[in-house]
């Protein structure tokens, strides 16, 4: 029992951790910030390790042309994916926050711009529209096994 409550104790602090950092992510560009591809992979590959228990899947880089990257992917592949799809503008990362029963979304941004804010947000809509819809297929499966059917 004490390895469970260690565990749930480490889970709330992370999760905690997790939600300052989408806050601080939301906030507005005062200017773009200079990351090199391997910083923004760096940065990608942080994150995705200090969150590893929240993520559904894994983060992921958004590149100019909508392109993602996933954080498992190796880095050398990421780096010609950069660059034949252009540098990364961003950060996308869906998260389901056990103690506070949601999911929730981490949009970086690395460029103040309206199109890259754009592509970000995209990305973010679309991952989100897909959990939405894969968590119904569950329920219905749940329902159709309440019912028999």
């Known amino acids: 029992m004490l390895c469970y409550g260690n565990h ?18 939301s906030r507005p560009l005062d200017a773009d910030l200079p990351l090199s591809p391997l910083q923004a992979i760096d ?17 992921w880089l958004v590149l100019e042309d ?3 990257l996933p954080a498992n992917m190796p880095v050398h592949k990421m780096l010609d994916e950069i660059e034949a799809h252009g540098n990364p503008i961003g950060i996308v990362g869906l998260a389901l926050l056990p103690r506070s029963k949601r999911y929730a979304v981490l ?12 592509t970000v947000e995209h ?27």
């Open 43 to 59: 940065r990608l590959q942080k994150f995705d390790i200090k969150f590893r228990e929240c993520w559904v899947g894994w983060p």
């Open 66 to 68: 909508r392109y993602t």
């Open 107 to 118: 949009q970086m941004h690395f460029r103040k711009d309206e199109k890259s804010k754009k």
């Open 123 to 149: 990305s973010a809509k679309v991952a989100t529209e897909i959990l939405a819809a894969r968590i119904r297929q569950i329920q219905n499966l749940h329902e159709q096994g309440k019912s028999g059917t």
């Open 8 to 25: 749930m104790a480490d889970l709330a602090a992370t999760e905690r951790s997790l939600i300052r950092t989408m806050a601080g992510a």
